[in-house]
């Protein structure tokens, strides 16, 4: 019975879809049919900036398996005290659930993109900035806190390794970088949808476009939260 | 612009003066010369420093002004600039630039104003780069691989600003290389012209193409290294310094990696050798096939081999490192990957041996070079093989047996396809054509030259000379002949350096006094020789695009009125 449910998936699903991939690779003038050049550029990119951020994180990992001096606990180090209270990781937390979210309106502004519905679609993405910028405003306030309160630093670090100041500073640095540019480049973006100006060429494939960053930025927060912070 | 390609001219960007014309240009044909001029400058700078080493080792303490700082710093610069400045920005920047929008039948790229930005970025990496020479203690001497924590510790000559400008400028050269090779990559996928299936393409495509994808999978782990080498330099982190003893002080580094960095250089350094290979691979399979009036043997064979040439050369890395006291059973799996490399690389071989097997071989210019590296590529390959195996690489490493090898193969033999690529699509590019005589005096000094240096360099590493000795001096274990090989190798190295004039005074002269050619002047079957004008016009094609029937190999197809099909020709 399995046995001939899983013979109709590869007759009438996965071999038309292999076939189809064939088809794709062999044509001629594309090989995405039907796909604005940025947006193939930008996943072609983002391939590229993802071996970037592999090599800082597997250059992180090796250098701290390697440390001499104790690693210090990140539950510790990156805790609150609320209302008398130490929460451990409660910033990181906000920070994480506040780009998440950042994403679930990107997503709407893309749809709404679809559908030219112009007001909505600049809304959104402003939305999307605004949760970007508080996004850096909190890391911000985290490296002021490591920094004045902790006494860290890129070349020392009171509680042990040297080398925790040093990554964390570079990792969460050239992230920071990533957001702050998508932060603007999602304003750029946004003033165009609402100037009406993908309207006229009848093309809003750019708010996609900037969605894929701003998608593939949260994704790499998502690996940096748990290699880092969780570890 | 999304799929509007075909025969609209409106995303094209259009220049209105002699400055947009030809500085800030858009236009792929100008970049690829912007790119090709720079790189050529810039290599010839390293040509002159390699000049300067072999006087010192040929000639040992006749040129008091070579000190063993300068001596070190030569070896570094000669071969970083070798590497990624002249090799990586010419094969793709320039051939890539100019080969692949007209091979494919675009327009343009897909993005200009970025191709733009690109060589922009690329003139700026040169230029800081070219800076380290006049920083307070000159350039770094730290080698090519610029290995922490000498390079950037006291002693090592230019550890204090030289080490700096180049760990930027290499920095900014992965971001421009990025903004070219998106490019390159999406304009293949994306832009072909109807009937181009990627299965249709010219080998020298293929191999440009891959090589972008390469670049930009392998750079990202040169960029990360030297981002995190610039911290430990310039804010005292410890990503690559362990505690060391040095000048007779603890240093305040402790607990970094240095075999790290080893990783990182050589992720991005291996495939960098196929990034350098590929394209000379594909261009060199063109010029076969067009001067020998045989369609390419095995074209598949050598579409895949292209392939998985490049996708070997992501596991192969640690294969530079047997020495660099990684765990010895890495080696055993390296050592595997590497020698699996030779099946596909001894596929392209015998496909190139197999073209010219009873073709109507024209011994042109360009078909010289193209056998020569044939030559040359075995002979660096052969030498591969001792090199790849950890036991006999182990007493090798770090000799002259190195130095011949890598020259052979990754040196000599991208650089003889060079030049037979520009002899041969210079009549394109140009509308001129060059002196024949000049041509063959210049391929013959070359080719003949290349050997007498770098045959005698494996002699000198099999006997144990080791590389990156400012002077052997008086030691025991190496013969008096060796210095005897030293002068040999020095003087016919500076007749091949001299020799290379005839190739400069040949592409000005023909610039200008040069007889006009013939557009299709070797009777070549790919879409380049196709245009309507020569050399091509802004915008390629005039008002419409060439439509693609058949592959680019069609040459002495019997019964054909030529011996070549263009591969617009409609099928019967």
């Given at each position: 019975m399995s046995h001939t449910v899983s013979d109709r998936r590869d007759r009438e699903v996965i071999a038309p879809t292999l076939r189809e991939i064939a088809a794709d690779w062999s044509a001629?003038?594309?090989?995405?049919?039907?796909?604005h050049w940025g947006k193939a550029m930008m996943w072609i990119f983002l391939l590229s900036d993802t071996f970037i951020f592999s090599c800082f994180l597997t250059g992180y990992m090796t250098i701290r398996s390697s440390a001499v001096l104790p690693w210090p606990n990140t539950a510790e180090v990156f805790a609150l005290v609320i209302g008398g209270q130490k929460i451990p990781l409660i910033l990181i937390a906000i920070m994480t659930f506040v780009l998440i979210s950042s994403s679930g309106t990107m997503a709407m502004a893309v749809n709404y993109g679809y559908r030219r519905d112009r007001r909505k679609t600049a809304i959104l993405m402003l939305l999307t900035a605004l949760f970007g910028a508080s996004f850096v405003g909190m890391q911000a306030f985290e490296w002021t806190k490591l920094i004045?309160?902790?006494?860290?630093?890129p070349w020392s670090n009171p509680m042990g390794a040297p080398q925790f100041g040093a990554t964390f500073f570079m990792i969460t640095g050239f992230h920071g970088l990533h957001v702050s540019c998508g932060v603007i480049l999602l304003l750029i973006i946004a003033s165009k949808v609402a100037r009406g100006h993908y309207d006229r060429t009848g093309d809003y494939s750019a708010v996609e476009i900037a969605g894929l960053y701003w998608h593939f930025v949260d994704l790499v927060w998502v690996f940096i939260f748990a290699f880092f912070y969780l570890w | 612009m999304a799929t509007t390609l075909?025969?609209?001219?409106?995303p094209l960007h259009h220049p209105h003066s002699w400055v947009t014309r030809?500085?800030?240009?858009?236009?792929h044909k100008v970049i690829a010369i912007q790119y090709s001029c720079t790189a050529i400058s810039i290599g010839l700078v390293a040509l002159v420093l390699s000049a300067l080493m072999r006087l010192q080792l040929g000639f040992?303490?006749?040129?008091?002004?070579?000190q063993p700082d300068n001596y070190l710093q030569f070896v570094s610069m000669h071969g970083m600039i070798m590497v990624v400045y002249l090799l990586t920005a010419l094969l793709l920047g320039g051939f890539g630039n100019y080969l692949i929008p007209l091979m494919i039948g675009a327009?343009?790229?897909?993005?200009p104003f970025v191709n733009m930005l690109s060589y922009w970025l690329y003139l700026l990496s040169v230029i800081v780069l070219v800076t380290g020479f006049f920083?307070?203690?000159?350039?770094?001497?730290?080698?090519?691989?610029?290995?922490p924590p000498q390079a950037?510790?006291?002693?090592?000559?230019?550890?204090?600003?030289g080490i700096v400008t180049m760990l930027v400028s290499l920095a900014i050269f992965v971001v421009a290389f990025t903004m070219g090779g998106l490019n390159y990559v999406t304009t293949v996928l994306q832009?072909?012209?109807?009937?181009?299936t990627l299965m249709r393409m010219p080998l020298s495509v293929w191999g440009i193409f891959t090589a972008s994808v390469m670049g930009l999978l392998a750079f990202p782990a040169l960029f990360v290294a030297a981002i995190m080498m610039l911290f430990d330099h310039l804010?005292?982190?410890s990503f690559f310094m362990p505690t060391m003893q040095s000048m007779g002080r603890i240093t305040?580094?402790?607990?970094?990696?240095?075999l790290l960095f080893q990783h990182l250089f050589w992720f991005f350094g291996h495939p960098e050798v196929y990034i350098v290979a590929l394209p000379a691979f594909g261009i060199v399979s063109d010029l076969i096939s067009v001067h020998a009036r045989?369609?390419?043997?095995g074209y598949r064979m050598m579409v895949w081999a292209i392939v998985i040439i490049g996708a070997l050369s992501f596991v192969v890395w640690a294969h530079h490192m047997?020495?660099?006291?990684?765990?010895?059973y890495f080696g055993f799996f390296f050592a595997t990957s590497t020698l699996v490399i030779a099946v596909p690389t001894a596929i392209k071989v015998y496909n190139w041996l197999l073209t010219l097997w009873r073709g109507d071989i024209h011994l042109r210019v360009p078909m010289l070079f193209a056998i020569a590296f044939i030559f040359t590529f075995i002979h660096g390959g052969l030498s591969g093989l001792f090199l790849g195996n950890v036991s006999v690489d182990v007493p090798l490493s770090d000799t002259f047996f190195v130095v011949a090898h890598f020259h052979m193969v990754m040196g000599v033999s991208p650089v003889l396809v060079i030049f037979g690529a520009i002899y041969h699509w210079y009549p394109k590019i140009f509308g001129r054509m060059w002196n024949e005589t000049l041509g063959k005096l210049h391929f013959w000094i070359t080719f003949l030259g290349v050997y007498a240096i770098f045959l005698p360099m494996h002699y000198l590493g099999i006997l144990g000379?080791?590389?990156?000795?400012?002077a052997l001096g008086?030691?025991?274990?190496?013969?008096q002949s060796v210095h005897l090989a030293n002068e040999w190798i020095s003087i016919a190295a500076l007749i091949v350096f001299a020799a290379q004039g005839l190739f400069f005074i040949n592409m000005i002269w023909s610039l200008f006094r040069g007889p006009k050619a013939d557009p299709n002047p070797w009777g070549a079957?790919?879409?380049?020789?196709?245009?309507?004008?020569t050399p091509p016009a802004?915008?390629?094609?005039?008002a419409k695009l060439p439509v693609v029937y058949r592959w680019a190999y069609d040459y002495s197809?019997?019964?054909?009125?030529?011996?070549f099909i263009p591969q617009t020709e409609p099928r019967a």
């Open positions: 001629d003038q594309e090989v995405f049919r039907h796909t004045v309160e902790e006494g860290v630093r | 075909a025969d609209d001219l409106r030809y500085v800030w240009s858009q236009d040992p303490g006749s040129f008091p002004a070579i327009r343009d790229m897909v993005f920083v307070p203690g000159g350039p770094t001497g730290a080698g090519w691989t610029l290995y950037i510790s006291e002693g090592t000559p230019g550890h204090q600003w832009a072909r012209t109807k009937g181009m804010a005292g982190t305040p580094t402790e607990g970094g990696s240095p045989r369609n390419i043997f047997y020495v660099s006291g990684m765990n010895p000379v080791p590389r990156r000795y400012y008086e030691t025991a274990f190496i013969p079957a790919s879409l380049e020789w196709l245009t309507p004008d802004h915008g390629n094609w005039g197809v019997p019964g054909a009125p030529r011996d």
